[in-house]
């Protein structure tokens, strides 16, 4: 406290008793030590989307306490983190703009206004299911589905917008997006997904997407290309997790990969193919290493082709960073390459792989751990040879093949090794399919044809591999249950190419018809 007096001239007196006026000033302290917390129905609002900025209750000023408990009030203005825009749904936080007059002391925690703008329950038409007819509207929808508390969502389009930016999901959600039109609307997609999604009822056409881990799932209903669809990363952005693609739906036009492009995923790939209309171009169930050594999956690859059409495809990686090499380490997958071609019931002609090069489960020239391979019901090989293994690649562990119900086989041969096509290539110079059965276990290779309701041959059994060298760790084993089969062989068809088993062929006929035998080469 401070008491200001006057100075009287020199030429003044003052007068026996007479009193002298004086001014006492208080100096205040404005060190704020806290505040005094603003009221719940200020602090936490909820407004309806559309609410203008100027329409919020924000608290014009705030009451604070200094070091000696003397109670003050400070005039704030406010600002919000994000910027406030009423039109999307979400949660903003604004925080008070203190004036330069005023500090607040280290450690005090300064009161916040939490405002909560509410979608348009309008959009809301059923249990976490949003209608949508405008940019401005989906964008409400996506703000309000990431501050929900539900995992699963679906939008439905009511006509074709055109989106400020490409959806690509919203982290932690599976969203479901449709329309109410069979025709379907149109939906631009991001190149890098950040969610789960299912396209239902929805037309796209775009260029390259990288799901990164997210599962990428189209229905029946849904149409449209895709050139290069990855369940992986791109170049160098890894995957700490599994990846999963369905398709019901769409063309792939170029590529399909389990894995990424250059990049890992560290947990287990799962591909399905379930749709007539489904067809992929060249379907690899691991990553691709082009420009790196990556391209690596950490564990298993499942590919259930249940219907649709391949022109080509790999149940393991793709490695073009060292193909001209006996180097196989990029795209490797560390676990089981397992591809069921289709199942139990299934429809007659309804699963067509290979349509422009014969389907092989391997890898192209990398590494896969185990390969399994299941050929039942639905499937038409026509005269696609289906192979076992790939070009010039590596399985650490063992092969097994099983065909059985009712496929129609045509004038396929199954291969239990993998292939080359018999005329020079930048692979020649890349080492021979090795099957490795590094755990020794009792057949490297071992294949099983039970098909009883077979009548036309035309096909057979050829163990090793078709125009490719091969090393064989281990006993390989054919068992013919049933069917007609024109030939067995456990050697390779050319005498051009070399095989070599450290183990010995075994050919076992417990029923069915087969013309011809061979232990050796033609």
Request: hydrophobic content about 35%; some cysteine; aromatic content about 8%.
């Amino acid at each position: 406290t401070y008491i200001f007096t006057p100075v009287l001239p020199e030429t003044c007196f003052v007068a026996e008793g007479v009193e002298i006026p004086s001014i006492q000033v208080m100096v205040q302290d404005m060190q704020v030590t806290s505040f005094i917390a603003i009221d719940k129905a200020i602090s936490e609002q909820s407004v309806p989307v559309g609410t203008a900025l100027e329409a919020l209750t924000l608290p014009e000023q705030l009451e604070a306490v200094n070091a000696d408990g003397t109670v003050f009030t400070i005039p704030v203005t406010w600002e919000s983190k994000p910027e406030y825009n009423a039109t999307i749904a979400g949660e903003y936080i604004f925080f008070p703009i203190i004036p330069e007059a005023y500090s607040v002391a280290e450690g005090v925690e300064v009161p916040s206004v939490k405002i909560t703008v509410l979608a348009d329950k309008l959009l809301l038409v059923g249990e976490n299911t949003y209608e949508v007819s405008s940019p401005e509207e989906f964008e409400t929808v996506i703000q309000e589905i990431t501050n929900g508390n539900e995992t699963q969502y679906t939008i439905v389009l009511k006509e074709d917008i055109n989106l400020t930016s490409d959806f690509a999901g919203v982290p932690g959600k599976l969203i479901t997006v449709t329309s109410e039109t069979d025709k379907g609307v149109i939906l631009p997609l991001a190149t890098d997904l950040v969610g789960d999604i299912i396209l239902d009822r929805v037309k796209f056409s775009e260029y390259n997407i990288f799901a990164n881990g997210h599962r990428f799932e189209t229905t029946e209903n849904a149409s449209g290309t895709i050139q290069c669809l990855y369940g992986g990363g791109s170049k160098g952005n890894h995957i700490n997790g599994d990846t999963t693609i369905i398709l019901r739906g769409g063309k792939i036009s170029a590529y399909l990969f389990g894995g990424g492009l250059d990049s890992n995923v560290s947990g287990n790939v799962h591909i399905v193919l379930d749709g007539e209309n489904v067809v992929v171009s060249q379907l690899f169930g691991g990553g691709h290493a082009k420009e790196t050594s990556d391209g690596c999956v950490g564990g298993d690859v499942t590919i259930d082709f249940r219907e649709g059409s391949t022109s080509e495809q790999f149940g393991g990686g793709m490695n073009e960073f060292s193909f001209e090499a006996d180097m196989r380490t990029p795209a490797t997958v560390t676990g089981t390459v397992t591809v069921n071609f289709g199942y139990e019931g299934a429809k007659a002609h309804s699963v067509c792989p290979g349509l422009a090069m014969y389907p092989k489960c391997g890898s192209y020239h990398s590494t896969v751990g185990d390969i399994r391979v299941n050929i039942t019901d639905g499937v038409y090989m026509a005269e696609r040879n289906v192979m076992a293994c790939g070009y010039n690649d590596t399985v650490l562990g063992t092969v097994q093949m099983k065909i059985f119900g009712n496929p129609d086989m045509g004038l396929a041969h199954i291969v239990g090794g993998g292939e080359g096509d018999g005329t020079p290539s930048p692979l020649d110079n890349s080492g021979p399919i090795r099957i490795l059965n590094q755990k020794n276990e009792e057949n490297a290779i071992y294949i099983s044809y039970n098909v009883p309701n077979e009548n036309n041959a035309g096909h057979g059994i050829l163990a090793g591999s078709r125009y490719n060298d091969t090393e064989i760790s281990g006993n390989v084993l054919v068992e013919l249950i049933d069917g007609n089969l024109d030939f067995i062989q456990t050697y390779d068809y050319v005498t051009e190419t070399y095989q070599s088993i450290t183990g010995h062929p075994e050919v076992l006929v417990k029923g069915g018809r087969c013309a011809q035998i061979f232990g050796d080469q033609y």
